[in-house]
C-alpha cells in the first residue's frame, strides 16, 4: 500500500488568476469522467483533461522531476474545473500523453497505488 507523497504537491495551494481561469473555461465541458467503480476498500473514478487544456494549465501546477501534474490541492483541482464530490483525494499519473486523475473516496480505505 503506497502512502501519499505530500512532496509532490505545492507547499500550499496555487490559485489560478483571472486570466488563467478564463483560459482554461473553454476546455471545462471537454473534461472526461469516467464511472465510478470500486473494490473492497475504494471507490474510483479517472478524470481525463484534454491535451490542449493541459498545455494551458500554469506550470506551477507541474512537477519538473516527472512532467506530470503535482498532486493538486482541493483549490487548484477546482480551479481548473474539474467536479468531484468532496471527500476525494487526487494521484496523477501520465497514460499516453493523457492525464488521468485517481481518485479514491476517503473513508473508504487507504490510499493504494495504481
Not at 493541459?54 to 467536479?83: A, V
Amino acid at each position: 500500500m503506497a502512502t501519499l507523497d505530500h512532496d509532490r504537491r505545492n507547499k500550499q495551494p496555487r490559485l489560478l488568476q483571472p486570466a488563467e481561469r478564463d483560459k482554461l473555461e473553454e476546455f471545462v465541458d471537454a473534461i472526461h469522467y469516467s464511472s465510478r467503480y470500486s473494490d473492497d476498500e475504494n471507490e474510483y473514478r479517472h478524470v481525463q483533461l484534454p491535451k490542449e487544456m493541459i498545455k494551458k494549465i500554469p506550470q506551477e501546477y507541474f512537477d519538473p522531476s516527472k512532467g506530470t501534474l503535482k498532486l493538486l490541492w482541493e483549490e487548484e483541482w477546482r480551479g481548473l474545473g474539474i467536479t468531484q464530490v468532496r471527500t476525494t483525494a487526487h494521484q496523477y499519473r501520465d497514460l499516453e500523453q493523457q492525464l488521468i486523475a485517481r481518485v479514491v473516496e476517503f473513508g473508504m480505505g487507504a490510499l493504494r497505488s495504481p
